[in-house]
Nanobody
Framework: VQLVQSGDELRNPGTSVKVSCKAS????????IDWVRQAPGQGLEWMGR????????KYAQKFQGRVTFTADTSTSTAYVELSSLRSEDTAVYYC??????WGKGTLVTVSS
């Protein structure tokens, strides 16, 4: 099983970022994809999850209205898009399948 994430990103405050997570080695629609982030010096923070089978999403309250999860079953790729970025969003963003398999993380840096 592999979850391959897109490369690191640098964004200005107020803009948005979209991170991808391409899954392989298992049936993509069999497991939720959760998104978790870790800010510098902080613990893991769960952002929410998507069911790739039907696109059903659940967002942590903190991120509602600012984050969107999508999944493309034709390419077995999940995406997280975070808008209205602020410096506090600087973190490593991880995708995880079933909270068992993890991507290596994508560093998103928000800075002017």
């Amino acid at each position: 099983v592999q979850l391959v994430q897109s490369g690191d990103e640098l964004r200005n405050p107020g803009t948005s970022v979209k991170v991808s997570c391409k899954a392989s080695g298992y049936t993509f629609t069999n497991y939720y994809i959760d998104w978790v982030r870790q800010a510098p010096g902080q613990g893991l923070e769960w952002m929410g999850r998507i069911d790739p089978e039907d696109g059903d999403t659940k967002y942590a309250q903190k991120f509602q209205g600012r984050v969107t999860f999508t999944a493309d079953t034709s390419t077995s790729t999940a995406y997280v898009e975070l808008s209205s970025l602020r410096s506090e969003d600087t973190a490593v963003y991880y995708c995880t399948s079933g909270i068992v398999f993890w991507g290596k993380g994508t560093l998103v840096t928000v800075s002017s």
